[in-house]
C-alpha cells in the first residue's frame, strides 16, 4: 500500500451533505471497501467519514483518496502475511502489540494528518480509564487508527496524549451520531455485526487442537496463529495451547469465548445506539460465516459489501431524491 501524491480524482465529486458511518468488526470489515465502490457507482461520494475500529482503516484510506492501493494490499494478502504483521506478546496488554503494522502502515501510507484530507474524517474510540467515547478528529492519522483497533484481549490499548485507548467498539460500534456531529445531513451506516451472534461458534466445530499437526493450509487462522506462539513457550506449550484454544469439541477455547463475545456485545450496543439515533440507510453485509481474524479472505467481504449495497439501492435512490 503506497500513497498516491497525485490529485485526487474521486474525492473531487464529494458531497459534504452525505457522511458514511463504517463499523467494526474484524477481517469482515474488508466488505467497506465492496461498499464504497458500489456507491461510487451510483455516483454517491460521502464527504464525512467516521470509522470504527477496522472502519477506521477503511474509511481514513477513503478520506486520504488511497482506497485503491488498499484494496489491492488486502486482496494479496496470505495468512503468512498476516502473521509477519503480529507481533505476539502476552505481557503487554494484549495478544498483539501492533508496532510491527504500524511500522508498515507509516512506510508506505506516511505521517499524514487528519486535518489535510480532502474528506472530512474521523475515528472513534474507548479511553480505557473511563470508559469514554473519544473522537478522534486532529492529529497523525495512523494514531487514529492505532487507537480505534485496539481490540481488547487481541490488539494491546495505545497510549495517546497521555490517554490509554482502546477499540471504539466498545462504546459505539457504528458512528452514526459521530457523522452528524461532522457536518452530515444524511448518513448511510454499514453495520457488520447484525448477523453473527452465536454464528462463530456454531459454524468452528473444529477437531481437538493438536500441537504437532503440520497441515497448516487446512486450519483456520487461530490453529495458525498459535502455531507460532509455540515457538516462545518451553515444556509447558502443549497444555497451554490446548486451553487456550478449546481441548475438545465441547469446551470452546479462548479465542472462541472472545469472539463471541464481542460480537455479542456490540451488536447490543449497535441496537441500542441505532434505537436513539437511526441512519438514513443501513447497509447490513451478511458475513457470519466468516471469522474474527480471516483477513486473508478480503474477496468474500468485498464482494458481499458491493452485494449489499444493490440490495439497499431503492433506499439510497430515496435519499438521494429527498436531498
Known sequence: MTVDTTQPAVLNHTDARIGIALGSGSARGWAHIGVLRALAEMEIYPGVVAGCSIGSLVGAAYASDQLDALEGWVNSLSWKDILAYLDLSLLGGGLIQGEKLMKFAREHMGELEIQSLPVSFAAVATELNT????????????????????????????????????????????????????????????????????????????????????????TDIWIKISNQITNSFDEQKDVFLSRLLGGSRDTPGLFDVMANSINIMQDRITRSRMAGDPAE?????????LGLMEFDQAAIAIDEGYACVERMRPALDQMLSEL
Open 131 to 218: 470508559g469514554r467515547e473519544i473522537w478522534l478528529r486532529e492529529g497523525a492519522l495512523l494514531d487514529s487508527i492505532r487507537a480505534s483497533i485496539a481490540l481488547p484481549g487481541l490488539f494491546a490499548p495505545f497510549k495517546l496524549d497521555g490517554r490509554w485507548l482502546m477499540d471504539g467498539g466498545l462504546v459505539d460500534p457504528v458512528p452514526i451520531s459521530l457523522c452528524r456531529a461532522m457536518g452530515a445531513e444524511v448518513v448511510i451506516a454499514v453495520n457488520l455485526n447484525g448477523d453473527i451472534v452465536g454464528k462463530h461458534l456454531k459454524q468452528k466445530n473444529r477437531e481437538p487442537y493438536s500441537p504437532k499437526k503440520k497441515d497448516l493450509e487446512e
Open 281 to 289: 440507510v443501513m447497509l447490513a453485509p451478511r458475513l457470519s460465516g
